[in-house]
């Protein structure tokens, strides 16, 4: 992940005067090189100490080692883009609103790749490949995304549990053991209940996928293996739109990676394929 791609991803949790060293950083990646700690905070209009700070907060030693990597960022082809994170950025102001949506899915799907590296897939892959029963926990709007991944994995014979209800499946999460998953979608990553569930589920051996907004929240600290997806809208009134492009961006991934991986799987799919267009 660029550190470019990591800035946007933190915005929600950024401070006031976090936000605008980011807002700066994102807005003039090329320009960042030339500036020092103490010149950057007088254009941005903070304290050096911020700046430093700001560094470390995204995991560098200091503001030398952040400005290489935004450098480096910007190189290698992100930054060209001035998005905010949150699937909005690079949108024109004056587009219409076909336009405007197709900009914003856009922008989101390019956020979401940004954030998720092949390593993290890979891991998620083979957990998923190797459980022997899968369940989907997932609440709100991120249910919709869920339903589609335990339908799509259901046809390659994968066992899975896909309750919306938040009582069964609390439920359901009870009966996991060793050998066991968990693939878990939730924006907010807070739902206390649910939260105390999957810490027993991981005390009996359970495996736990998270796919969470990239920002701090109790579920990631429980995964075994962290996916992201952006979230909030931003500039324009879109959250569900640009949570919802981006949660099934994620699911549709996962799902190629296993039928690439998994001969049966790939074979079980083009069954299921030609008894549905002979219905």
């Not at 791609?5 to 003039?28: G, H, T, V, Y």
Request: glycine share 6%; aromatic share 8%.
């Amino acid at each position: 992940m660029s550190c470019l791609a990591k800035i946007r991803a933190f915005q929600d949790e950024l401070s006031p005067n976090e936000k605008k060293i980011a807002r700066f950083i994102l807005d003039n990646p090329a320009l960042i090189r030339d500036y020092s700690s103490q010149s950057l905070a007088h254009a941005v209009g903070v304290s050096q100490s911020s700046i430093v700070k700001f560094s470390q907060k995204l995991g560098f030693r200091g503001f030398t080692d952040l400005k290489l990597a935004i450098h480096e960022a910007f190189l290698t082809g992100d930054g060209h883009d001035n998005g905010d994170g949150n699937g909005n950025g690079g949108v024109d102001d004056d587009a219409s609103v076909a336009e405007l949506l197709y900009q914003t899915k856009q922008q989101a799907l390019l956020n979401t790749m940004q954030l998720n590296e092949e390593k993290q897939l890979e891991a998620a892959v083979d957990i998923l490949e190797k459980a022997q029963r899968t369940q989907i926990i997932a609440m709100g709007w991120s249910a919709l995304a869920a339903r589609h991944f335990a339908s799509m994995l259901s046809q390659i014979g994968r066992a899975v549990i896909a309750e919306t209800d938040a009582y069964f499946q609390l439920s359901s999460v009870a009966t996991l053991g060793k050998g066991d998953a968990i693939f878990l979608v939730s924006l907010t990553g807070q739902a206390p209940r649910t939260l105390e569930a999957v810490k027993k589920a991981r005390r009996a051996g359970v495996k736990v996928v998270t796919l969470t907004t990239y920002s701090a929240n109790p579920f990631r600290s429980l995964a075994d293996v962290q996916l992201y997806s952006v979230s909030t809208a931003g500039k324009y009134e879109l959250p569900q739109i640009v949570s919802m492009t981006s949660q099934q961006y994620m699911i549709d991934l996962l799902f190629k990676l296993i039928i690439r991986r998994n001969r049966k799987a790939k074979e079980l799919l083009a069954l299921n394929r030609q008894d549905v267009e002979s219905f």
